[in-house]
């Protein structure tokens, strides 16, 4: 497995600004992913990050809205721009790593609340 | 495409009870299936997995096995704590992507 930090752990922001939440972990992986969680639901996928390249979004996910860096192998962020209500959610990166790559080990979370 | 069935909540059981939760998967191939556990303020943690066909899976007194004929992985304790209070998502795994049911709430009374 991997541990997974992200930053911040959770933030209240107003309506139109952006965030940038951080996901580290404590070792090479293979993929990294970023997920959002609406209250009391299931996890969507946002976007697959990838190393020095774009990141593969989802269906109903852009670039403009979730721009994704992953610079190396153990970072990698997401940013939640021009934010409205309805972006209040939280937000979950995990990570596969090399050899068992259909397991993912989810970060903590970052619990965003848009005003 | 493939997609995961589980049984909704909240399950409401006392304390010591037995546990089942239903999930039933649809998917081509052969996918690796999951049950994740999220406690109260937190992230998601892997809770357990299987691979193949009649693999259990098993920790912390939870089992699933995965039963390919019924397309089923339910999730088990014997006796269940106030601290298994939680909100359990089954998953499978198919070329890395994960695919997730809805969630099934548990409250442990003591």
């Known amino acids: 497995s991997a541990v997974i930090s992200q930053k911040p752990s959770r933030d209240i922001c107003q309506r139109g600004t952006s965030l940038t939440i951080q996901c580290q972990v404590d070792s090479q992986v293979t993929m990294m992913f970023w997920y959002r969680q609406q209250p009391g639901q299931s996890l969507t996928l946002i976007a697959t990050?990838?190393?020095?390249?774009?990141?593969?979004?989802e269906s109903g996910f852009v670039i403009d809205k979730f721009p994704i860096s992953r610079p190396n192998l153990t970072f990698s962020t997401l940013t939640v721009s021009n934010m409205s209500p309805e972006d209040s959610s939280i937000y979950l990166c995990s990570v596969a790593v090399s050899g068992s790559t259909d397991t993912q080990y989810f970060g903590p979370g970052t619990r965003l609340t848009v005003l | 495409g493939d997609s995961v069935t589980q049984m909704e909540g909240p399950v409401t059981l006392s304390e010591e009870a037995f546990l089942t939760i239903n999930c039933t998967y649809t998917?081509?191939?052969?996918?690796?299936l999951f049950w994740y556990v999220q406690y109260p303020g937190e992230g998601l943690q892997l809770l357990l997995k299987?691979?193949?066909?009649?693999d259990k899976g098993s920790n912390k007194g939870f089992e699933a096995t995965y039963r390919k004929e019924t397309t089923s992985f339910h999730l088990e304790k014997g006796s269940v704590q106030v601290s298994d209070s939680a909100v359990y998502f089954c998953a499978l795994s198919h070329d890395s992507t994960l695919t997730f049911g809805k969630g099934t709430m548990l409250l442990v009374s003591p």
């Open positions: 990050a990838n190393q020095g390249s774009e990141a593969t979004y």
């Open positions: 998917a081509t191939g052969y996918p690796s």
């Open positions: 299987a691979t193949k066909a009649d």
